[in-house]
């Protein structure tokens, strides 16, 4: 039949109200996290950042004359400002993976990330110079291998190279199973600053080509910091 407008109206006001479907996420979410949970393998422990700690000190013994010592030496006089405490889930980007074939015929796995920084130099002591000033001055020292190695320091890109490198290492543990071999397979990692970067006529310093930094973990720091990242103690850390 046909209702009168004021029926209608009527007819609405006593209808019940549907609880938006944002809000009936907000109702259940506090039942979800409360509901029991699956035992899964280390899913009750934290990361302890002192196992993180003992992880990067594996490199004080595989790689002493690393370039990157002063950085790390650095980070390790504070471990507790060196990595949260941290029970979920990290997450990240990694700009490409690629793969070459070795001298051996298998593939070897590198993690490419393009950084954009517009590096500029600096006065004696540390102090940036203004942009104005920089802007007459040559940057081309920045992008050489001691210039980036100082910006993968500042900018805490070894840090994430290395977490990238776990990343890769775990993909790849899983992809190739009994097959899978550090050593084999991962050929490091390559930061690529691109505004020094001008193709095949890029210049070479030292045989570095300007912005181009190449890097690898050894197989000693990403093992030990991949058991890190699973809750292991730090005693615990191979």
Same mark, same amino acid.
């Given at each position: 039949?046909?209702?009168?407008?004021?029926?209608?109206?009527?007819?609405?006001?006593?209808?019940?109200?549907?609880?938006?479907?944002?809000?009936?996420?907000?109702?259940?979410?506090?039942?979800?996290?409360?509901?029991?949970?699956?035992?899964?393998?280390?899913?009750? +422990?934290?990361?302890?950042?002192? &196992?993180?700690? *003992?992880?990067?000190?594996?490199? $004080? !013994? %595989?790689?002493? #004359?690393?370039? /990157?010592?002063?950085?790390?030496?650095?980070?390790?006089?504070?471990?507790?400002?060196?990595?949260?405490?941290?029970?979920?889930?990290?997450?990240?980007?990694?700009?490409?993976?690629?793969?070459?074939?070795?001298?051996?015929?298998?593939?070897?796995?590198?993690?490419?990330?393009?950084?954009?920084? +517009?590096?500029?130099?600096?006065? &004696?002591?540390? *102090?940036?110079?203004?942009?104005? $000033? !920089? %802007?007459?001055? #040559?940057?081309? /020292?920045?992008?050489?291998?001691?210039?980036?190695?100082?910006?993968?320091?500042?900018?805490?890109?070894?840090?994430?190279?290395?977490?990238?490198?776990?990343?890769?290492?775990?993909?790849?543990?899983?992809?190739?199973?009994?097959?899978?071999?550090?050593?084999?397979?991962?050929?490091?990692?390559?930061?690529?600053?691109?505004?020094?970067?001008?193709?095949?006529?890029?210049?070479?310093?030292?045989?570095?080509?300007?912005?181009?930094?190449?890097?690898?973990?050894?197989?000693?720091?990403?093992?030990?910091?991949?058991?890190?990242?699973?809750?292991?103690?730090?005693?615990?850390?191979?």
């Amino acid at each position: 039949g046909i209702s009168l407008p004021r029926e209608r109206a009527r007819s609405r006001r006593e209808a019940p109200r549907r609880t938006p479907p944002s809000r009936q996420r907000k109702q259940a979410a506090p039942a979800c996290f409360s509901s029991p949970r699956p035992s899964l393998p280390g899913a009750t +422990r934290q990361v302890d950042p002192h &196992a993180v700690a *003992a992880a990067l000190a594996r490199m $004080r !013994a %595989a790689l002493p #004359s690393w370039d /990157g010592m002063a950085w790390l030496d650095a980070l390790l006089a504070d471990s507790e400002a060196l990595f949260p405490r941290v029970h979920g889930i990290l997450t990240g980007f990694i700009d490409l993976i690629f793969r070459f074939k070795g001298a051996d015929g298998a593939h070897r796995y590198v993690v490419c990330d393009y950084k954009t920084n +517009r590096l500029i130099p600096r006065f &004696a002591g540390g *102090a940036p110079r203004s942009s104005v $000033r !920089a %802007a007459s001055v #040559s940057t081309r /020292g920045c992008y050489t291998r001691a210039g980036l190695s100082e910006a993968m320091a500042e900018h805490g890109y070894h840090l994430q190279a290395l977490l990238y490198t776990v990343a890769l290492h775990r993909l790849l543990r899983q992809r190739l199973g009994a097959a899978y071999d550090y050593d084999r397979h991962i050929a490091g990692h390559a930061y690529l600053f691109v505004r020094a970067m001008e193709g095949p006529q890029t210049l070479r310093v030292a045989g570095w080509p300007l912005g181009v930094y190449v890097d690898r973990w050894p197989r000693a720091v990403v093992f030990a910091l991949d058991a890190a990242l699973d809750g292991a103690l730090p005693e615990e850390v191979p």
